[in-house]
């Protein structure tokens, strides 16, 4: 989310020394512009670094328990890591760590994967201390509702007042709207749902004079590149898209209110970006200034003009500031390393995972094309309507592989053959003309191409899984599995198209501890003033014994158990009547219910208690979630108790041949 003083390096800690929201905005404001006018100074007068070309990475990362859900551990492992390239993230069970930067040349994806490989060791051994692992996933499969509530949130100043300000612009919750293969609905409260998307973020240095040109190559390969490297379809237990993450983070943080979405243009914050780029990277900052309010008040310190005059470099904090609060997906960034200005390019829309070499492929992908594309076909303004790149970025979150994308000459081609047939040799050349060896070029192209022809992204192999777990009936068991074989082959160290679909099975650990872990969402409700004739039909159609009655804004009103039903019917039946009664004529009002995250333990004692069968499930609000039947226990029961008999018959075995 910040900008970096170096590719990849810790920003500078003077901008983190004042409080956000002290002090005066139209200080900042002041300063912002400062910065400006210094940077297109800068630029003007080629003082832009430009003889030296430098990638850098950022990695996010997922912390889970020992039951492979969210583990709020971040500052635990953050003090005993104790190191400054590891930093804190919008979650408590998230973490970033900042690799050194690195020159584009000789074995330097070789020496990224190597700084990969420690980095996440060492903030693996910490989460073991703490009974954690990490896990690389662009959202992380356990994720649930209860999981992105402000009770997670990094207790930071800045992350508070972001989202405070964020709420306050909106004026009023967050829509959520994804439709894919199956389609997610809902609204929130925070700018939490952000924390469900960690990335592989790589940054690029390029020359001042050249940056134009890069830049909108940068867009031009973001379709094919997303296409080839997603690995983020499920949130929620639903299959949405191949990057749900473009869509998720859009919306989750989108600050406009229902005013400027509806009716004016103005786009969100998270976006691809409107056309191509004319005249130099202070553009786009000029763009991102005069559309996006500052989200921090108060004055940073430095006067960046002043610094120019005086012959220093100056830090451009404010306008670094703001621009770690605008989220393009190509971003320009700003930095000064080793006393010498320079800009880089930040890709932001690569996933996190699905292992280790797999991100370094994905690295060495976009790298490639950055250097090969732009010496095929010089700017590509030229040569494409920024529309048409545009859509080929969203076709490719949408549908990955199978993408449909308008290219150069005015040719339709699929992702995948686009890939395998141009760009993936073009990259290869790319990494060629930066003189890296053939070997790191062989190695990890040689896994984008693999992976492509196999059509075996992260996602594809997710979306395969999540089917062949169809099995297991809860959603916490089909996560728990999910997560714990994504565990198991990123330690393996081989790259997704070479992981085998998963299995069904029942994945280890304590995966129905709450009710929301084993509830059924998928209901059938009646309202309070339909017959009680239809509340049978749904009974005797669905195989159900229970139908709640919900009002029209899905608040639980009462209960139907096919019990009460059979004997209103039965003593009509007798009478030979024919009743127009309806729901609320015999439902029970006094409805024992319980909320998503009542202990399941606690649930079937209150169960036993009331001798009752079915337990509805509501939130806060008293909206109906869910429902726990007697059905749902026995099927959790049934495996467990499975496996309890098989472990005392082996036992019955050792003792008897013993």
């Not at 129905?512 to 005797?540: G, K, N, R, S, W």
């Amino acid at each position: 989310m910040t900008d970096r003083t170096t590719p990849n390096r810790p920003r500078s800690r003077a901008a983190d020394h004042k409080v956000p929201g002290s002090g005066d905005h139209r200080e900042f404001t002041r300063e912002l512009l400062r910065d400006l006018q210094a940077l297109e100074r800068m630029v003007v007068a080629n003082q832009i670094e430009s003889d030296v070309c430098r990638v850098g990475a950022e990695q996010e990362l997922f912390i889970v328990d020992r039951d492979w859900m969210p583990a709020p551990l971040s500052s635990e492992l953050l003090e005993e890591i104790d190191d400054p390239r590891f930093t804190t993230e919008l979650a408590r069970y998230n973490m970033e760590v900042n690799l050194d930067p690195l020159v584009l040349r000789d074995d330097c994806l070789t020496s990224l994967e190597t700084q990969l490989r420690d980095a996440i060791a060492r903030a693996a051994k910490a989460a073991r201390n703490h009974d954690g692992s990490i896990i690389l996933a662009g959202i992380l499969p356990t994720l649930s509702r209860r999981h992105v509530t402000l009770e997670y949130m990094t207790p930071k100043d800045r992350y508070r007042k972001l989202n405070e300000t964020m709420t306050r612009l909106r004026g009023g919750p967050y829509d959520l709207r994804i439709k894919g293969r199956d389609e997610m609905m809902l609204h929130h409260d925070n700018v939490m749902l952000e924390a469900c998307n960690t990335s592989f973020q790589i940054h690029l240095q390029v020359a001042g004079h050249d940056f134009v040109r890069c830049y909108n190559v940068a867009q031009l390969i973001s379709g094919p590149v997303l296409a080839a490297t997603t690995n983020s379809p499920v949130l929620f237990d639903r299959q949405l898209w191949s990057e749900t993450r473009i869509a998720l983070f859009q919306q989750g943080i989108d600050d406009r209110s229902r005013h400027l979405a509806q009716f004016r243009s103005k786009p969100p914050r998270v976006s691809f970006g409107a056309r191509w780029l004319e005249r130099s990277a202070v553009e786009v900052f000029e763009e991102d200034i005069a559309r996006f309010r500052t989200l921090f008040g108060g004055g940073l310190g430095e006067n960046s003009i002043e610094e120019l005059a005086a012959g220093r470099v100056p830090q451009l904090l404010a306008l670094r500031q703001h621009n770690g609060t605008v989220y393009r997906w190509n971003r320009p960034c700003y930095g000064v390393s080793d006393g010498r200005p320079h800009l880089r390019i930040e890709c932001r829309y690569i996933p996190s995972g699905p292992s280790i070499v797999d991100e370094v492929a994905n690295a060495a992908l976009w790298l490639g094309l950055m250097a090969g594309i732009t010496k095929r076909c010089g700017n590509p303004a030229e040569l494409l309507p920024f529309g048409a790149v545009r859509r080929n970025f969203l076709r490719a979150a949408r549908s990955g592989l199978a993408a449909q994308f308008l290219w150069l000459e005015g040719k339709q081609v699929t992702a995948q053959r686009l890939l395998l047939d141009e760009l993936i040799p073009l990259a290869r050349k790319g990494l060629r003309d930066h003189g890296c060896t053939a070997g790191d070029i062989d190695r990890y192209l040689g896994i984008i191409e693999a992976r492509v022809a196999n059509r075996t992204t992260g996602s594809n192999w997710l979306v395969r899984s999540h089917d062949m777990l169809s099995e297991v009936d809860t959603v916490a068991g089909r996560a728990a599995g999910l997560v714990q074989e994504m565990h198991a082959h990123q330690q393996s160290g081989k790259p997704v198209h070479e992981w085998p679909t998963l299995e069904p099975s029942r994945p280890t650990g304590n995966y129905c501890a709450t009710v929301d872990q084993i509830m059924t969402t998928d209901l059938f409700t009646i309202h309070p003033d339909e017959l009680i004739h239809l509340a049978a039909h749904v009974m005797d159609w669905k195989h159900v014994r229970h139908v709640p009655v919900e009002d029209e804004q899905q608040h639980l009103v009462g209960l139907i158990s096919h019990r009460v039903l059979l004997r209103v019917l039965a003593r009509q039946a007798t009478a030979g009547e024919s009743s127009s009664m309806r729901a609320r004529d015999i439902m029970t009002t006094d409805v024992v219910a319980v909320t998503p995250d009542t202990p399941t333990l606690e649930a079937i004692e209150l169960l036993h208690k009331n001798e009752i069968s079915c337990l509805p499930v509501v939130n806060d609000q008293g909206e109906l979630v869910g429902i726990l039947t007697e059905r749902d226990l026995i099927r959790i029961a049934t495996p467990l108790l499975r496996r309890f008999l098989n472990h005392a018959q082996a036992d019955d075995r050792i003792e008897s041949d013993a």
